[in-house]
């Protein structure tokens, strides 16, 4: 590569960091900023560096609770949808039936649906069973998007394992839930990572289905975040440091699955 080409790809890398980083950075410098500052000034650092909106998050259950339900039902969900989308995946990926690709195709159109046309059946079929404001209520309507997308992603990896290895172990006398859980699953954990990353970035960044079907109990930090605003105005400091916090959670979870990520890109499944 002559020198000309390594600055014009060095030069675009360094532009798109910047473009990438830079609502990051703004996000984590206004967190430490008091309002005055954030609505009177354009500075790239605090002049008056505080803790005050990190605290009010920490002390005020409002805030800290929407962190504590939203956890809870994006785990919820996470597990469900692994546990559902296991055996459909493999029954994708090992069995041929009829209508086997429509039926394929239509957890995908799933999917690909907008949540707000699920939104007042979910709404009337909550609210006659009283599961309106509810943990279980959110994880259950996120089902109807994370389901497909793990069938999707898991069926991918399965098709990849051979299928001698199934053949084999029923020779060997293993049972289907022993062989499933001890050699099988072991062989797909990838894919298992790569599939409970998405379901839990969905389900932890999805605000229409979770603002609608909760008000107090089980009220999410992405509602919580958009119901800042006062007798005396937007509370910009506030709503940064529940930014930064909100991206806790899916950094810390994209960290622990990084290389299964990039196992998924290579299999064309992500």
Request: glycine share 6%; net charge positive; proline share 4%.
């Amino acid at each position: 590569m002559d020198k000309r080409g390594w600055a014009w790809r060095t030069g675009f890398l360094v532009l798109y960091l910047v473009f990438a980083i830079l609502p990051l950075y703004w996000m984590l410098n206004m967190s430490f900023k008091t309002n005055t500052e954030i609505v009177g000034s354009l500075t790239l650092w605090p002049r008056d560096f505080t803790f005050e909106h990190y605290l009010t998050i920490f002390t005020d259950s409002a805030w800290y609770s929407g962190y504590i339900n939203s956890l809870i039902y994006v785990v919820i969900n996470t597990l469900i949808s692994l546990a559902v989308a296991l055996p459909a995946a493999y029954a994708f990926s090992r069995y041929r039936f009829i209508g086997d690709k429509h039926v394929f195709f239509w957890l995908l159109t799933n999917r690909m649906t907008p949540p707000a046309v699920f939104l007042l059946p979910f709404f009337q079929l909550y609210s006659s069973l009283g599961l309106m404001d509810t943990h279980l209520a959110v994880a259950l309507a996120h089902l109807v998007f994370n389901v497909p997308l793990a069938v999707w992603i898991l069926e991918g990896f399965m098709s990849g394992v051979p299928r001698e290895i199934d053949e084999t172990a029923y020779v060997d006398g293993y049972s289907f839930p022993r062989f499933f859980l001890t050699i099988f699953l072991p062989l797909i954990k990838s894919g298992v990572g790569v599939a409970a990353f998405f379901c839990f970035m969905f389900s932890w960044v999805e605000l229409l289905l979770a603002r609608t079907l909760t008000s107090v109990n089980a009220k999410p930090i992405v509602a919580t975040m958009t119901r800042t605003v006062s007798a005396s105005g937007m509370d910009w400091g506030v709503l940064a440091a529940a930014g930064v916090l909100t991206i806790v959670p899916g950094g810390i979870v994209i960290w622990f699955v990084r290389h299964y990520i990039a196992k998924g890109f290579a299999m064309g499944r992500v």
